[in-house]
């Protein structure tokens, strides 16, 4: 009993054994604040969470109940979205096959035949045609004395959970293109009626031209630059509706329905500037899933390094073969025909560094311990340019957005002036101080800088949707 006990100790500590090396994070200098954000102290931050395997409904924020539905139809019918999730389950399926190497393998067998053996052989035998009749099972079960199967499977569960971080952010990443496509949208609309209003109100100054030319009032030259005019101002309206197609088309395909069946809701509100407030830099990594999905990658490929270390020690196997074997199936089934086999098996390649390599291995195991560890390495520089990229795009859309703010100032004082100068101009035309020409220049202004006005402010919206993007979706908010 003494020495059982003794062997079963020894036997734990064996398969207490991993080559694997011992994890850490890789290292990255993360900044103690962002450059480009300048907070305020009225600003609620976020609570950081670690990184989600769903996405949270951060598109409520913009308080738009169009944006909600169509955001809502994304999780349910986006092609690219169910992709995804079909690469996660097949993931986890193979995390499940790998799982299944902790517990023996049991297979049945079974065979019935009849044989003829050779009457010409060295020792022939008796009787040489007969039937075989077989019944069994073959048992076998891998002593993880290395720990190879546990590496094994934690590879495979780590890359599992890099699967779920992959599904997050891909989900992540669509509804954010949904909302950039749906405001550009807005944004187009908005274009659209100025510049629909603008060709009404150049049609009636083109016609009030031609007539003033027909009475004598004015040259054919003021007639040919209101026409012109027009024509600029309905090229501009054409491609516009242009661009709202376009964007419709892709809003449709985003949600799963076929553009020639879907047509984009009325907006229900006016567009909402909101002010976002990041966390500080250290918890990015905790929010943003393709982070985590890089660093379970490097998980799986420092387990990947003990599967391959262990591969150069033997392994070790129990073997059980137990089964029913007789000529006659009437007796089949008895002591008699009774067959079993029991014992271990160990399995071991040499290795020697020497030309004795070449002969046995052929360099195969120092090769794949090679490959894996070179797979770590790359696994460790993607997680780090994965964090440098999601930095870059942080401090991009805070940027953005802190600019756009103040071009959204600039350029509303801008059309204000712009309207102003155009109702001058107006009045100095009508009271004939000035020419059409001159009309013409102050109307031009005013379009371009009422347009320039809303292509700001749906950049600035679309900031906001890039920047809670690059925070994981993970913001504190006001709104302006």
């Known amino acids: 009993m003494k020495k059982l006990i003794v062997i079963e100790i020894f036997a734990l500590l064996l398969t207490a054994c991993s080559f694997a090396p011992k994890y850490q994070c890789p290292p990255m200098p993360i900044p103690a604040q962002y450059k ?285 073969i137990s089964g029913f074997e007789s000529a006659k199936i009437s007796n089949l089934i008895s002591k008699p025909s009774l067959f079993w086999s029991l014992g271990p098996a160990v399995a071991l390649t040499l290795i020697q560094p020497t030309v004795t390599q070449v002969l046995i291995d052929g360099g195969r195991l120092r090769g794949l311990l090679n490959q894996a560890t070179a797979s770590y390495h790359q696994a460790v520089a993607t997680y780090r340019q994965t964090v440098l990229t999601a930095f870059q795009e942080v401090e991009d859309n805070l940027v953005a957005v802190r600019r756009l703010n103040q071009e959204n100032g600039t350029q509303t004082a801008a059309t204000a002036a712009a309207k102003r100068a155009l109702i001058q101009a107006q009045y100095r035309y009508r009271g004939g101080i000035s020419t059409f020409l001159d009309v013409v220049v102050v109307e031009n202004a005013a379009l371009q800088a009422e347009l320039a006005s809303i292509d700001i402010r749906t950049r600035r919206q679309l900031a906001s949707v890039q920047l809670i993007k690059a925070l994981g979706g993970r913001v504190g908010v006001n709104r302006y």
Not at 74 to 102: G, H
Not at 105 to 119: A, E, F, K, P, Y
Not at 257 to 272: D, G, H, L, R, Y
């Open 36 to 320: 480009e954000y300048k907070g305020s102290e009225k600003w609620v931050l976020a609570k950081a969470m670690p990184p989600s395997k769903r996405c949270e409904p951060w598109w409520e924020l913009f308080d738009d109940p169009v944006l909600n539905q169509l955001e809502a139809k994304v999780i349910c019918a986006n092609q690219n979205l169910q992709v995804a999730y079909a690469r996660y389950k097949e993931a986890r399926a193979a995390a499940d096959v790998a799982r299944a190497a902790y517990y023996p393998q049991l297979i049945g067998v079974g065979n019935v035949d009849r044989q003829q053996v050779s009457h010409n052989v060295a020792n022939p035998q008796p009787v040489n045609l007969f039937n075989d009749f077989l019944i069994g099972a073959d048992l076998s079960y891998e002593v993880d004395v290395w720990g190879r199967v546990r590496n094994a499977v934690a590879a495979s569960e780590e890359r599992a959970q890099a699967s779920a971080f992959d599904l997050a952010a891909v989900d992540l990443s669509l509804h954010a293109e949904l909302a950039n496509d749906y405001f550009a949208l807005r944004g187009d609309e908005l274009a659209q009626c100025v510049l629909d209003e603008t060709v009404i109100a150049y049609q009636k100054a083109w016609y009030l031209t031609k007539k003033r030319h027909e009475g004598g009032r004015v040259s054919e030259a003021d007639v040919d630059e209101a026409e012109t005019q027009l024509e600029n101002a309905k090229t501009l309206a054409t491609d516009m509706r242009l661009k709202r197609a376009q964007l419709e088309h892709a809003i449709s395909v985003l949600i799963g329905e076929i553009p020639a069946n879907f047509v984009m809701p009325k907006a229900q509100c006016s567009m909402t500037l909101i002010k976002l407030s990041p966390n500080l830099p250290s918890t990015l990594l905790e929010c943003r899933p393709d982070i985590a999905a890089a660093e379970q990658r490097v998980k799986a490929a420092n387990a990947d390094i003990g599967v391959a270390r262990a591969a150069f020690y033997p392994d070790f196997n129990l073997v059980a």
